[in-house]
């Protein structure tokens, strides 16, 4: 079976099982989503197993898409919206100085940080997009950080 077949079959039913697993219908549409590119990434492996273990491959992916999903929702701190008048002010200067900060780097470390920081992606997601190492991404971001604690302390 290819991968194209399977999503076309095998969708709605994995959906049905991740909302069963995390009680989520928007993280099983996530999670699936998820399983499914990374099917279509490593399409020559899978189209070469059987469709039974192909199935359980996807199967295995979007729950485990589905629990990194919810390990990510649980480690979210909410920000307080910085549009209302009852926000601190050293808070809307903090957020300033970072979003300074990550502007006077080079696009290949503010690149990163704002995907890491902002989008809430990891190290993995991050390099598959800009075409590196997941390591590489890691170093980019503790040299950013770097940067930008040096230009902090300069600053103050």
């Given at each position: 079976m290819d991968i194209e077949a399977a999503f076309r079959s095998e969708r709605s039913k994995m959906q049905r099982y991740i909302t069963a697993f995390c009680g989520d219908e928007d993280t099983s549409k996530d999670a699936?989503?998820?399983?499914?590119?990374?099917?279509?990434?490593?399409r020559d492996m899978l189209e070469a197993m059987p469709d039974p273990a192909m199935m359980a491959w996807l199967y295995a992916c979007?729950?485990?898409?589905?629990?990194?999903?919810?390990?990510?929702?649980?480690?979210?701190v909410p920000m307080p919206d910085y549009?209302?008048?009852?926000t601190e002010g050293s808070d809307l200067i903090n957020k300033i100085t970072a979003e300074e900060l990550t502007r006077v780097l080079p696009p290949e470390l503010s690149i990163p940080i704002h995907m890491k920081?902002?989008?809430?992606?990891?190290?993995?997601?991050?390099?598959?997009?800009?075409?590196?190492?997941?390591?590489?991404?890691?170093t980019r971001l503790r040299k950013a950080l770097n940067?930008?604690?040096?230009?902090?302390?300069?600053a103050i």
């Open positions: 699936v989503s998820q399983a499914f590119m990374s099917a279509w990434i490593n979007a729950r485990n898409a589905a629990v990194d999903i919810k390990r990510r929702e649980s480690r979210y549009d209302t008048p009852d920081y902002y989008q809430g992606m990891n190290s993995t997601v991050i390099g598959h997009i800009m075409g590196i190492p997941p390591a590489t991404v890691r940067v930008m604690r040096r230009n902090t302390k300069g």
